[in-house]
């Protein structure tokens, strides 16, 4: 059996097994000549194209594009889909029914129309979208059409080489343990491609569009809280980018809804296009990604700019400062202003709101818990990954009012017909927000870094940032599972020459007090997640991240009270404390 194989490298006995079927099997003849290419010319590309199969974490199934197990192709996105099937079948017994979206990706439209044709195939009555869609639409779209399940095939900001599988459940939300688990395991019973289905059954495919966009577009507009009727706040000047993806095919008509005409779209990134020849990485957290809306801004004295990535769930944000100057806010900040403006509004006295709660994930801001503590109202906090806001929503559903959710990584929701991450609707009422506090104030020009420095003198400065190792291939796994090892059986009791008081371990679900030598138990699902608090209130938190190839260090410090007058310096010690605190994590 191909015995040229064994000449050029070794790899494990497993991983040449499913070299050796893909070889040998029913693939097409495309698919074995470049297996044979990366034999003679990178062998180690190979073994990492074949060491494992993709799974599912937490933003569901996303790799590389190529030929192999752990990459996507037509047949694990086969597979994939003959598994989810297979779970409706069992468990969807009569009129089973799925939806389908998918981005701008390379190979989005053709895994899209793949799934169709396996899920019809399988008797399921299948709704796709005619073109590029958002992915919070197809969580609207899941209970709008009375879906049991979605598919949104995208890979969110990762790089163009990435593509992924989403899949949703009958509440519009990502799945969670155990049903994530429960169709994985269907997946892996897929083990030879003749075990699917692939032929189209025409009837049962239909294609929608914009019907369902009218009907979503009704509801992104009922979530305005006080659009403002002046002039001066119609015209704010707002540039909008979708980085080449699905944005442009919502979000400048929900904010013209909103009332905004004085859009700038950046042109050269309004053409969906999944090589995103404009940025190196399409992701709004990233400064480059900005930065043709940055200077289009700069160039039309813009207020406002939105950005959203290629699946529109996450937006990234820039405003004009006092200084005149175009200033990114994190997705700490804009998810800081985004909960004080709506629960200002919502829970205005008069309103008469049950039982409201927000969300918050771990690694977020703890101001928010804080801004939600001086309403009296529940701040509900989860494990990251917006799917898990989501499961709250629909836990609490019935008996309580959600209102708002975010995470630190710029993803937002407001109200709950959708049930994952929002960018059309977050870009409405970002817009919003700055035209409301730009009429409202006294002198009609109150700014948003000015009320963000309110709501640090009220609560107090909070400060947080991220640190990514990226750790590719399988040798970068092993890595990372040894560097957690290594944290949880070695933590530390201190960091940057401060006493760690506390340790979470969400894994074992358990938490240790060292200043009371006591240990209990954590009331959140079981995840490979460690945070450390520390003596001066500051925190660290470290966890893989479930959708790349990386480990994860979230930092958190803050100043009780700060003075105006003193906020600008207090902000440049709180960063470099940061950076102190990054240096040391390193050297543990």
């Given at each position: 059996m191909h015995s040229l194989f064994s000449k050029f490298f070794s790899m494990e006995d497993k991983t040449s097994l499913r070299v050796e079927k893909w070889l040998s099997g029913e693939y097409d003849q495309e698919t074995k000549d470049e297996i044979k290419r990366l034999q003679k010319e990178d062998p180690k590309a190979l073994e990492d194209a074949f060491y494992c199969d993709l799974e599912f974490g937490t933003g569901g199934m996303r790799?590389?594009?190529?030929?192999?197990?752990?990459?996507?192709?037509?047949?694990?996105v086969g597979a994939a889909a003959q598994g989810i099937a297979n779970f409706m079948k069992a468990t969807v017994p009569e009129n089973p029914r799925i939806v389908i979206s998918y981005d701008s990706r390379i190979m989005s439209r053709e895994f899209a129309q793949i799934s169709a044709d396996i899920f019809s195939s399988n008797g399921i009555q299948t709704f796709l979208f005619d073109d590029i869609r958002p992915?919070?639409?197809?969580?609207?779209?899941?209970?709008e059409l009375k879906c049991q399940a979605g598919v949104m095939i995208t890979a969110s900001h990762n790089p163009k080489e990435y593509n992924g599988y989403k899949v949703y459940g009958d509440d519009g939300g990502q799945l969670v343990p155990p049903y994530d688990k429960m169709v994985l395991e269907e997946v892996k019973k897929v083990t030879d491609i003749k075990m699917i289905s692939w032929r189209r059954k025409a009837s049962l495919v239909k294609v929608i569009g914009k019907k369902i966009d009218d009907v979503y577009l009704k509801n992104v507009r009922s979530l305005s809280l006080h659009i403002p009727k002046s002039e001066k706040g119609k015209n704010?000047?707002?540039?909008?980018?979708?980085?080449?993806?699905t944005g442009i095919a919502l979000v400048p008509q929900a904010l013209k809804m909103y009332g905004f005409n004085n859009v700038t779209i950046v042109e050269p990134q309004a053409i969906p296009d999944g090589t995103f020849p404009t940025v190196v990485y399409p992701n709004p957290e990233e400064h480059e990604a900005l930065k043709m809306a940055l200077e289009c801004a700069d160039k039309i004295q813009a207020d406002l700019v939105l950005a959203t990535d290629p699946d529109a769930d996450r937006v990234g944000i820039?405003?004009?400062?006092?200084?005149?100057?175009?200033?990114?806010?994190n997705g700490n900040q804009t998810a800081t202003l985004l909960f004080n403006y709506v629960l200002e509004n919502r829970l205005k006295p008069g309103n008469d709101v049950k039982n409201p709660f927000v969300v918050?994930?771990?690694v977020t801001t703890d101001l928010l818990r804080d801004i939600a503590l001086n309403y009296n109202i529940?701040?509900?906090?989860?494990?990251?990954?917006?799917?898990?806001i989501a499961e709250t929503i629909r836990q609490y559903e019935g008996s309580k009012t959600y209102l708002v959710g975010g995470e630190e990584s710029y993803g937002y929701l407001v109200g709950d017909f959708v049930r994952d991450k929002d960018a059309v609707s977050a870009c409405c009422l970002i817009a919003e927000m700055a035209a409301c506090y730009r009429v409202t104030h006294r002198d009609g020009h109150r700014l948003l870094t000015e009320v963000l420095d309110d709501i640090y003198c009220d609560f107090g400065l909070y400060q947080e940032g991220l640190l990514s190792l990226s750790k590719k291939g399988k040798d970068g796994l092993k890595e990372i599972q040894d560097m957690m090892s290594r944290f949880r059986s070695c933590p530390p009791k201190e960091i940057a020459g401060i006493p760690v008081v506390k340790m979470n371990d969400v894994l074992f679900q358990k938490y240790y007090d060292y200043r009371y030598e006591t240990n209990g138990i954590l009331n959140l699902p079981s995840s490979n997640v460690l945070q450390f608090f520390l003596k001066d209130g500051s925190k660290v938190t470290v966890r893989p991240s479930g959708t790349e190839p990386k480990i994860k260090f979230y930092f958190s410090v803050m100043c009780p009270s700060p003075k105006r007058a003193t906020i600008a310096e207090e902000k440049l010690k709180l960063a470099e404390k940061i950076e102190v605190l990054k240096k040391a994590i390193l050297s543990l």
């Open positions: 790799g590389i594009i190529g030929v192999g197990t752990n990459r996507m192709n037509k047949y694990t992915t919070p639409e197809l969580s609207f779209a899941v209970r704010l000047k707002i540039v909008y980018t979708p980085l080449h993806g820039a405003v004009r400062n006092s200084a005149g100057e175009m200033q990114l806010l918050k994930t771990i529940e701040c509900c906090e989860v494990l990251t990954g917006f799917k898990y």
